[in-house]
């Protein structure tokens, strides 16, 4: 079954209104408030504000349990929470960041429970909506729809603001969110295949969870999901002040890595969704992850070697694509595993994983250089020798992948 451009586009627009919250707070909020005279200190707390993405595994069996069948299992969740993003966004518009800091944070903080308990939703809609072969192609709207309203909440908006202001910055955030309101509010929604019109109840919800995760090789797919970003994480969060370090200009490192990068991995990404269409998700995955340790090494080379801009461009573009890709391939590969009977609670609760457990990688890499002492170098080393560890996780699950996920039976 192919995959239907306007069920693409669908998918596309929910995943973008849900990066612009993240992408305004993770990128443009402490540049703006450092510039407003914020200490250092306080800028890091700014990540509490993402509390609920990495929490969201939480309250995901909400949206199994609750919805209504005649506006749509998902919709029902995903239009007033559109709304009240939107509206969030519209209050945010007229508070002053003078005198009223707290406020709104707090308004941000809500944007990102909006967003992230809508995610739940939405990769509930495109786990029950997308076959197994669309699953390269629906993962690929995912990860370049949230990427892109990443950018645009984080940089075109603001860039922007110049001309529309502060208020015209979330108030465009608003608009944008109606706009996806409208369409999602006439986009048609079906039940998944076998799935029964009946209210599932917190028993059914619990039983079928507790299913999940006792099927032989459970735990080994949570640790294949937890570590295979570890590595790389490590040497991601380095790699910018190694070049600081190194000399090259922060006007450079913001064009070469925040804008050709992020151009790059949107390329990869979508690669990453092809290859996942025209081969099984395992062979695309052990490809991708493979291919993503060059640029790793790559990175150990200009810590050893010496950094030239020709260095820096190749290794940089290089490790965007194939760490792209793999993201594509990963997320592709997790929602074919979903049980889809709880696709919301059971995705989330992996993508909670994955989250998780590439967390502690930067932290990790920071202690290595700052209190161990160890140069870039031996850190950069170590992400390789990680992500060469990672590709003897696969051989048990090529072993289980004739094991599907648990459908249900009536």
Same mark, same amino acid.
């Given at each position: 079954?192919?995959?239907?451009?306007?069920?693409?586009?669908?998918?596309?627009?929910?995943?973008?209104?849900?990066?612009?919250?993240?992408?305004?707070?993770?990128?443009?909020?402490?540049?703006?408030?450092?510039?407003?005279?914020?200490?250092?200190?306080?800028?890091?707390?700014?990540?509490?504000?993402?509390?609920?993405?990495?929490?969201?595994?939480?309250?995901?069996?909400?949206?199994?349990?609750?919805?209504?069948?005649?506006?749509?299992?998902?919709?029902?969740?995903?239009?007033?929470?559109?709304?009240?993003?939107?509206?969030?966004?519209?209050?945010?518009?007229?508070?002053?960041?003078?005198?009223?800091?707290?406020?709104?944070?707090?308004?941000?903080?809500?944007?990102?429970?909006?967003?992230?308990?809508?995610?739940?939703?939405?990769?509930?809609?495109?786990?029950?909506?997308?076959?197994?072969?669309?699953?390269?192609?629906?993962?690929?709207?995912?990860?370049?729809?949230?990427?892109?309203?990443?950018?645009?909440?984080?940089?075109?908006?603001?860039?922007?603001?110049?001309?529309?202001?502060?208020?015209?910055?979330?108030?465009?955030?608003?608009?944008?969110?109606?706009?996806?309101?409208?369409?999602?509010?006439?986009?048609?929604?079906?039940?998944?295949?076998?799935?029964?019109?009946?209210?599932?109840?917190?028993?059914?919800?619990?039983?079928?969870?507790?299913?999940?995760?006792?099927?032989?090789?459970?735990?080994?797919?949570?640790?294949?999901?937890?570590?295979?970003?570890?590595?790389?994480?490590?040497?991601?969060?380095?790699?910018?002040?190694?070049?600081?370090?190194?000399?090259?200009?922060?006007?450079?490192?913001?064009?070469?890595?925040?804008?050709?990068? /992020?151009?790059?991995? !949107?390329?990869? @990404?979508?690669?990453?969704?092809?290859? *996942?269409?025209?081969? &099984? $998700?395992? %062979?695309? #995955?052990?490809?991708?992850?493979?291919?993503?340790?060059?640029?790793?090494?790559?990175?150990?080379?200009?810590?050893?070697?010496?950094?030239?801009?020709?260095?820096?461009?190749?290794?940089?573009?290089?490790?965007?694509?194939?760490?792209?890709?793999?993201?594509?391939?990963?997320?592709?590969?997790?929602?074919?595993?979903?049980?889809?009977?709880?696709?919301? /609670?059971?995705?989330? !609760?992996?993508? @909670?994983?994955?989250?998780?457990?590439? *967390?502690?990688?930067? &932290? $990790?890499? %920071?202690? #290595?250089?700052?209190?161990?002492?160890?140069?870039?170098?031996?850190?950069?080393?170590?992400?390789?020798?990680?992500?060469?560890?990672?590709?003897?996780?696969?051989?048990?699950?090529?072993?289980?992948?004739?094991?599907?996920?648990?459908?249900?039976?009536?």
């Amino acid at each position: 079954m192919k995959l239907s451009p306007r069920r693409l586009g669908l998918l596309s627009a929910l995943y973008f209104v849900q990066g612009l919250p993240f992408g305004f707070q993770s990128i443009a909020l402490p540049v703006y408030l450092r510039t407003q005279g914020v200490s250092i200190l306080a800028l890091g707390f700014l990540g509490l504000l993402a509390l609920p993405w990495m929490f969201k595994a939480l309250w995901a069996p909400l949206v199994d349990r609750y919805g209504s069948a005649r506006i749509g299992r998902r919709k029902s969740w995903i239009l007033p929470l559109q709304a009240a993003l939107a509206g969030t966004c519209a209050v945010a518009a007229f508070v002053p960041v003078q005198g009223a800091l707290s406020l709104l944070l707090g308004l941000i903080f809500l944007m990102n429970l909006f967003a992230a308990t809508q995610d739940i939703a939405v990769d509930g809609f495109a786990a029950d909506s997308l076959s197994a072969e669309e699953l390269g192609l629906g993962n690929t709207a995912q990860v370049v729809g949230y990427k892109l309203g990443m950018i645009t909440g984080g940089g075109l908006l603001v860039w922007a603001s110049q001309y529309i202001g502060w208020q015209g910055l979330f108030l465009s955030m608003a608009a944008l969110c109606l706009a996806v309101f409208a369409v999602t509010a006439f986009a048609r929604e079906s039940a998944p295949q076998g799935h029964s019109s009946e209210r599932t109840s917190w028993k059914q919800v619990m039983t079928q969870l507790k299913e999940a995760l006792m099927l032989p090789g459970t735990l080994w797919l949570l640790i294949f999901i937890a570590t295979y970003k570890f590595g790389e994480t490590m040497s991601d969060v380095l790699y910018k002040l190694f070049l600081v370090d190194a000399g090259i200009r922060p006007e450079q490192i913001g064009l070469w890595v925040g804008t050709w990068g /992020t151009a790059t991995s !949107l390329v990869g @990404s979508l690669v990453g969704g092809l290859l *996942a269409t025209r081969m &099984p $998700l395992l %062979g695309a #995955l052990t490809v991708t992850a493979s291919l993503r340790i060059f640029p790793l090494v790559g990175r150990w080379w200009l810590a050893k070697m010496g950094v030239t801009d020709a260095g820096v461009i190749g290794v940089t573009m290089a490790e965007e694509f194939f760490g792209g890709a793999l993201t594509t391939t990963m997320f592709a590969f997790m929602m074919s595993r979903v049980d889809r009977r709880i696709s919301a /609670t059971h995705y989330t !609760l992996m993508a @909670s994983v994955e989250v998780l457990g590439k *967390a502690p990688g930067g &932290p $990790l890499g %920071g202690l #290595l250089v700052g209190k161990a002492h160890w140069s870039y170098a031996q850190v950069f080393l170590l992400g390789v020798a990680l992500s060469i560890a990672f590709l003897f996780l696969i051989l048990p699950l090529r072993r289980q992948r004739n094991s599907p996920a648990p459908q249900p039976t009536s």
